[in-house]
């Protein structure tokens, strides 16, 4: 399985995604912040992660991801859609390198200032065409999977 993790920060989700991939699978950990990749790299390092081989670091901008069409199984964001300043854009790009019948998940935490309502995140991941699939979660925190659906 190919995941790509859209503004991995410093990697809070990163090394989980790495053992769900499976022994075969990879996960690109993509941010636009070098330092943020820096943490995760330092963090990657630790002797409890010294084994995990399958992530790759990519410093990138998901308005314009440095990835070809049909790359990924799964996309996931955890509190990062809200930050971004053309959301649209940004779930199409998303969209694009996934394979077609690939999933997405947008993870939301109250916590966050930025804390968008589920009803929010599945209107935008509607417009920028993916296919409502699945809503987990509370108030306090929530993940809306999509599925991609590519034109013919």
């Known amino acids: 399985m190919r995941i790509l993790e859209v503004g991995c920060g410093s990697g809070a989700f990163t090394t989980f995604a790495a053992k769900v991939s499976g022994i075969k699978g990879e996960v690109y950990a993509l941010d636009i912040q070098p330092k943020m990749l820096l943490q995760l790299k330092k963090k990657l390092s630790r002797p409890e992660n010294r084994d995990i081989k399958n992530i790759k670091l990519v410093e990138g901008d998901v308005h314009k991801l440095p990835f070809d069409d049909n790359s990924f199984d799964l996309v996931y964001t ?70 991609a659906q590519k034109s013919m």
């Open 78 to 147: 955890v509190t990062v859609l809200q930050e971004l300043p053309d959301k649209n854009r940004a779930l199409k790009e998303m969209k694009r390198v996934m394979k077609p019948g690939g999933i997405l998940a947008v993870t939301e935490f109250l916590l966050d200032p930025d804390y968008p309502l589920k009803s929010t995140t599945i209107k935008l991941g509607e417009e920028a065409g993916f296919i409502l699939d699945k809503v987990a979660g509370n108030l306090w925190n929530y993940t809306v999977r999509f599925k």
